[in-house]
């Protein structure tokens, strides 16, 4: 009796651990972004070595990228020399080594995790790894997917292969369903709550129950892509008919008798009745509201109806004095509603928010309403701002009052220049809100697409359910 | 990467929870293509002030800091984003050990393969280095040991392969090079 995780890990494992030495895992498909590889092609120029399998790697490029268009003069507006001396190397390193690469302004160009999925790379079974944390949103498909370091870049670059000790594994149980206006964006926020942005160190999360199985692939992509956010290097949810569904036509899925084999094998995946877990936790889906963060790590989340915790109520000392620390930075009043809390700024995007159904979300509310404050909506990818274009959810966006821009990583991080001010504060659709992460001293809300939406068109933090009903 | 055997300094200490890779070295200073100089990076949004001017409430700008090998953090360190940056910047800095009672999976990866000792430590041990910023410990990664300033000695937990690599300075990648055979076998029989 098997784990759906332990099924993938077992297919992968060339070498077993010993107690002197890790497992040996082979990677099926190796993603590679601009600013965590550049150093791991130094290494195999350094040692004389080549790509190992190119065809298992696939390059683009995202997080240095501008997300306004190329200028008159044909130049894309980077935000300085070494954003564009990046994204070039990246292009230098594709040709030498013979990688498939989505540059700048083509047609499979996007935010790494966004782009894997949507051509067909990321299926069933797979290892998939990435220089980047957020690769643990593969899982939804039902591969092992997790982020490693440039050295670990350079390893599988070489090798095909990682050096690895097992995980353990937690399954978090996640019964009824969502109700209107709730998101997968908002029960990973409460699971994370829940299990403290620490809780899952050690281990992959498997997210199973009737609300996950009611999701549809980008909301299980949304949840799985937030495991790192607990502390978990990789999320998982067991395929079924709706991932089969997604992923057939694709580019790079199977087609013909290989696609009904392929399915063949995928049904087999998902654990066996009674395979045990490390660990469990289980969480009511249909007592969920939607969730919004008030301090400067993804944990500290609460119901957007509710107040900010007070840190009297703390008993720990040292959660105590993070906690305090937290609403100095964020500026924000201990017991205090926070609705209604003033929002200079929102961002709707990145690789945990910036897909079709995010945007449809995000227009949803955007439709016939204008926004009071700065928003910026990046769809995650060239097919997604292809498809939304298609659809005119970039015409309700223009209209409403906000940016429509290029693919992107944008404000998640901020390093090509989308970014706010010192003392800002931005609801954000992103994953971490660090000191710092939307710009020096800028403060972050995270939020779901439709939490975002509604403050766009308030100015404030407000419930996206009774912003629609108005 | 340079070999770890023994560690002997004063400790700098941190008492900050949940110490995330966009404070150890914030995404601004990744639009590198090599890894040399990131110490000047290192906490940068806490060091300094907008005016580029230190800190002087921040816990690594008082003068007792200076020259230690051994950061002493809150829970979770390294939480956040796969950065090997931000091991990097540590290292450059003039880091060589990391203490906190839990430390991120990748940060620690990470942290192995740089020369960067991680040492998770139970909740009492972490209580007393936290009171006493500034004072001796010693670490002897041989016996996996790590020496209190007043002299109690704890073990702490490594694996020991990843021992072998910091102790003798070795990176994985020979050692995954050298498996080529095997990898190769594998694919073929898949
Ligand atoms: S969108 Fe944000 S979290 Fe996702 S890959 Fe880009 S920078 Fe990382």
């Known amino acids: 009796m098997r784990t759906l995780f332990a099924k993938v890990w077992d297919g992968h494992v060339v070498t077993p651990e010993t107690v002197d030495t890790p497992a040996v895992l082979y990677v099926d498909l190796h993603l590679v972004h601009e600013v965590t590889s550049p150093q791991a092609f130094t290494v195999l120029r350094e040692r004389g070595l080549r790509v190992r399998r190119p065809e298992r790697t696939i390059a683009t490029m995202d997080h240095s990228t501008p997300t306004l268009p190329r200028g008159a003069d044909g130049r894309w507006p980077f935000a300085d020399s070494q954003a564009a001396a990046q994204v070039s190397q990246l292009e230098t390193n594709c040709a030498e080594f013979g990688i498939e690469l989505h540059a700048l302004g083509q047609e499979g160009q996007g935010i790494v995790h966004v782009v894997g999925p949507e051509m067909g790379a990321t299926q069933p079974g797979m290892t998939v790894v990435c220089g980047d944390s957020h690769t643990a949103t593969h899982g939804a498909f039902g591969a092992l997917a997790f982020g490693i370091g440039t050295s670990e870049v350079g390893h599988v670059l070489a090798t095909q292969c990682l050096l690895q000790r097992r995980p353990r594994t937690l399954a978090v149980n996640v019964d009824g369903r969502l109700g209107p206006g709730v998101s997968a964006k908002d029960l990973a926020l409460a699971i994370i709550a829940k299990l403290g942005v620490g809780g899952g160190t050690g281990h992959v999360i498997e997210y199973r129950g009737p609300a996950v199985r009611g999701l549809s692939m980008e909301a299980r992509m949304t949840l799985c892509n937030l495991s790192i956010e607990a502390g978990a290097r990789a999320g998982m949810v067991a395929p079924d008919d709706t991932t089969f569904q997604w992923l057939a036509g694709r580019r790079k899925a199977p087609t013909g008798a290989a696609w009904d084999a392929a399915v063949a094998t995928w049904r087999t995946l998902p654990g066996d009745p009674g395979a045990t877990f490390d660990r469990e936790i289980t969480i009511d889906a249909s007592t969920l509201e939607p969730m919004i963060t008030f301090g400067t790590n993804p944990g500290q989340a609460i119901p957007i109806g509710g107040r900010v915790p007070d840190p009297a109520d703390e008993a720990d000392p040292s959660a105590r004095g993070s906690l305090e620390r937290a609403l100095k930075y964020m500026g924000l009043q201990a017991g205090r509603p926070i609705l209604g809390t003033p929002v200079d700024v929102v961002f709707i995007g990145s690789c945990t928010n910036g897909r079709l159904e995010d945007l449809r979300e995000a227009a949803r509310v955007l439709r016939g309403r204008t926004v009071a404050i700065r928003t910026l909506v990046v769809p995650g990818s060239q097919a997604v701002k292809r498809a939304a274009e298609a659809e005119g959810i970039d015409r309700i966006v223009r209209d409403a009052g906000a940016e429509w821009r290029e693919p992107g990583c944008s404000m998640c991080i901020a390093m090509n220049g989308d970014r706010i001010q010192a003392g800002q504060t931005c609801v954000s659709t992103s994953n971490r809100n660090f000191e710092g992460r939307q710009g020096t001293g800028g403060r972050t809300l995270l939020a779901s697409p439709l939490t975002a939406a509604a403050a766009a068109v308030t100015g404030c933090v407000a419930d996206p359910r009774r912003v629609l009903e108005r | ?190």
């Open chain 2, 1 to 190: 990467m340079e070999p770890i055997r023994v560690v002997e300094s004063r400790t700098a200490v941190l008492p900050r929870e949940n110490v995330d890779t966009d404070q150890i070295i914030p995404a601004r200073f990744l639009k590198v293509t090599d890894k040399a100089g990131l110490g000047r990076a290192l906490f940068a949004d806490w060091r300094y002030g907008p005016d580029g001017a230190p800190r002087a409430d921040f816990e690594l700008n008082q003068p007792g800091a200076e020259g230690c090998a051994v950061l002493v953090a809150g829970d979770n360190f390294g939480c956040g984003s796969s950065r090997e940056h931000a091991p990097w910047a540590l290292v450059d800095f003039g880091f060589r050990a990391v203490i906190s009672t839990r430390i991120a999976d990748i940060f620690r990866s990470n942290a192995l393969k740089n020369g960067l000792l991680p040492i998770v430590v139970d909740a009492p041990t972490h209580a007393r280095l936290l009171a006493a910023p500034g004072a001796p410990v010693r670490i002897d990664l041989e016996a996996c040991t790590l020496t209190l300033p007043d002299g109690v000695v704890v073990t702490f937990p490594i694996d020991g392969f990843s021992r072998h690599c910091l102790m003798n300075g070795v990176d994985e990648l020979g050692f995954l090079l050298a498996r080529d055979a095997a990898i190769t076998t594998w694919e073929e029989g898949r």
